[in-house]
């Protein structure tokens, strides 16, 4: 499969360009973390380490090991900076440690919670619970975060 688990990717020189590389060479940039087939609105969720996300497109090819399905790769650097890592402000998962801004009403963009963005963080996810009746009463924010846990619960900075 191209780009299964644990393989490792160039940056390519255009977006489109990405190709599946040795991971001890010099041209890898980051790792597969999990491979998924099918749209990423029907799959499951990366993991929480996820800096990114790579849309695959369906490639038919003459062989079947030439051949790639519609899917999405997870992938995590191998060299900093690490957006995906709680607190980094660009990773595609909100997770516990990430902080957030309200960009209008009802919609919140993650941000750097070290204060360095444009943005300056207003809330910090300190946790992920099943429903909103679970978050503690500090709460003054739900966020949604998807998977088996889909609310976060934010407190607001000072």
């Given at each position: 499969m191209f780009l299964a688990a644990e393989e490792c990717a160039s940056r390519g020189r255009a977006?489109?360009?990405?190709?599946?590389?040795?991971?001890?060479?010099?041209?890898?940039?980051?790792?597969?973390?999990a491979r998924f087939n099918g749209p990423l609105a029907k799959g499951p969720r990366c993991p929480a380490a996820t800096d990114y996300v790579l849309h695959i497109t369906a490639v038919d090819g003459v062989s079947e090991e030439d051949s790639?399905?519609?899917?999405?790769?997870?992938?995590?650097?191998?060299?900093?900076?690490?957006?995906?890592?709680?607190?980094?402000?660009?990773?595609?998962?909100?997770?516990?440690?990430?902080?957030v801004?309200?960009?209008?009403?009802?919609?919140?963009?993650?941000?750097?919670?070290?204060?360095?963005?444009?943005?300056?963080?207003?809330?910090?996810?300190?946790?992920?619970?099943?429903?909103?009746?679970?978050?503690?009463?500090?709460?003054?924010l739900y966020v949604q975060v998807g998977g088996g846990t889909p609310v976060g619960c934010a407190r607001r900075l000072a």
């Open positions: 977006a489109a360009a990405i190709e599946e590389v040795a991971c001890a060479g010099p041209a890898a940039a980051a790792r597969v973390l790639a399905p519609e899917g999405y790769a997870c992938m995590r650097n191998l060299r900093p900076p690490h957006p995906g890592d709680p607190g980094m402000g660009g990773g595609p998962l909100t997770v516990v440690g990430d902080c801004y309200t960009e209008r009403r009802g919609v919140v963009k993650e941000t750097a919670c070290d204060g360095s963005p444009a943005r300056p963080p207003e809330y910090l996810v300190t946790r992920t619970v099943r429903t909103r009746a679970d978050c503690p009463p500090s709460t003054a």
